[in-house]
């Protein structure tokens, strides 16, 4: 296929490319310095049309998390916390995205009062990232039983909630084979699935 491809159909595909995700990579931007970039249509946010929508997008977006905090200096599993944590990173120009999904949420489940969760503001991408415990079994996990995630996250997010169980049975630390359990769910999810 490539080799039908004309040099000013190229790079008509590259100015096309620039107003794409992130735009052209610095190398393309070096090796074809005289491509006319095309301006990005302008997007209005316009709130999330229904519960559904989230799932889609949390499906395409979302990250299921868990995180294995040390704390102390010996490795050993007394010393081992475990954090979950819902995340959805995007560029800086979903910002109002990311907003309205948080103010979405906060707002799912009218029985707690919780605080808005905060959207956070890199360089060039915005973070939504839910951690608190609380927020986790009366937000994220009750959404989306309700309201299903599709694909191969949702394996994730049945991973993400069995850990949440192993964490949330417990009024003490975590024994030896809770977390051996947990590490061993953990090294499946995500990236790691096969």
């Known amino acids: 296929l490539y080799k039908y491809i004309t040099e000013k159909g190229l790079l008509e595909i590259l100015s096309l490319k620039s107003s794409l995700n992130l735009g052209l990579s610095e190398n393309l931007n070096i090796a074809f310095p005289n491509i006319i970039k095309k301006d990005r249509p302008n997007y209005i946010f316009k709130g999330i049309p229904d519960p559904n929508w989230v799932s889609g997008f949390a499906s395409g977006d979302g990250s299921f998390h868990v995180v294995i905090k040390n704390y102390s200096l010996e490795n050993t599993y007394e010393n081992m916390g475990v954090l979950t944590r819902f995340s959805i990173h995007l560029h800086i120009r979903e910002l109002e995205v990311l ?96």
């Not at 503001?121 to 039983?145: G, R, Y």
């Not at 694909?151 to 049945?158: A, H, P, Y």
């Open 99 to 194: 907003k309205g999904l948080s103010t979405y949420l906060n707002s799912f489940n009218t029985n707690i009062v919780t605080e808005e969760k905060k959207v956070t503001i890199l360089e060039k991408s915005v973070s939504l990232q839910i951690s608190k415990t609380s927020d986790i079994n009366n937000i994220i996990i009750p959404f989306f039983n309700k309201y299903p995630i599709l694909g191969i996250k949702s394996l994730d997010l049945e991973d993400f909630k069995k850990i949440c169980n192993i964490i949330n049975t417990k009024n003490s630390k975590l024994t030896d084979s809770e977390f051996k359990t947990i590490l061993n769910i953990k090294s499946g999810m995500n990236l790691n699935r096969k």
